[in-house]
């Protein structure tokens, strides 16, 4: 205090090896919790056909759940039961009359003024804990937010030259994944892994 030592010690700090407890300062990012495959959704075909006619769809709540159990290209099981929320789905290069679309095909969440969101309920117990979509934004740079399971990411793909970027979500085990854009999104695949058991 005031440059004077008011403490003095020949030892400050003791050790002993071999002498152990609980960790003072725990790892503030731990591993993520081991997961395996449950199911892949292949988008990249969808708005080929059915819908080559140039026509926007818009599945209302509980569709898009239906339409994503004929999608599983990955994965033994699929417990998807249902969904909630709109999505709509558009050509990928019909917005801007293909000045803004990235060039591969898939599911568009989301518009130009408005964001987008669907939640897709599980099976209870099927302990979610990480979701991969296979995805890029409408724009270049892009500057649209994806959140999966309350944790929010931007793609570094967007615009014409896009291609599709594999971006990681990984949260608590839960039975219900919500999906939300704060604009456009374009999926071409949605991977969804499940907690392995002990």
């Known amino acids: 205090y ?16 071999g002498e152990g407890g609980e960790d003072p300062d725990p790892d503030p990012d731990p591993d993520p919790v081991e997961s395996t495959l449950l199911a892949t959704y292949d988008l ?8 080559g006619d140039g026509v926007n769809t818009k ?12 999608k599983v290209v ?23 009359d293909g000045k803004y679309g990235p060039q591969f095909n898939g599911v568009k969440f989301g ?13 209870e117990g099927t302990e979610i804990v990480k979701v991969v979509a296979g995805c890029a934004g409408w724009a ?3 500057a649209d ?20 970027e594999a971006v990681d979500f990984s949260f608590t085990a839960r039975d219900e994944v919500t999906i939300s854009t704060n604009k456009r999104i374009i ?12």
Request: charged share 15%; proline share 4%; aromatic share 10%.
């Open 59 to 70: 599945y209302t709540v509980g569709e898009f759940a239906t339409f994503l159990k004929t």
């Open 2 to 17: 005031n440059a004077d030592l008011e403490l003095v010690s020949v030892s400050l700090i003791s050790f002993t090896p």
């Open 44 to 51: 990249s075909d969808q708005v080929r056909t059915p819908y």
């Open 187 to 198: 999926f071409s695949y949605i991977a969804v892994y499940v907690a392995v058991a002990e």
């Open 74 to 96: 990955e994965g033994g099981t699929d417990k998807l039961v249902s969904s909630s929320g709109e999505t709509n789905v558009y050509y990928a290069e019909q917005s801007g």
């Open 140 to 142: 270049s740079p892009n």
């Open 145 to 164: 937010i994806l959140t999966i399971g309350g944790v929010a990411k931007t793609p570094t793909q967007g615009g014409v030259e896009a291609t599709v």
């Open 111 to 123: 518009s130009s003024k408005a964001g987008g969101s669907v939640t897709l309920v599980f099976d």
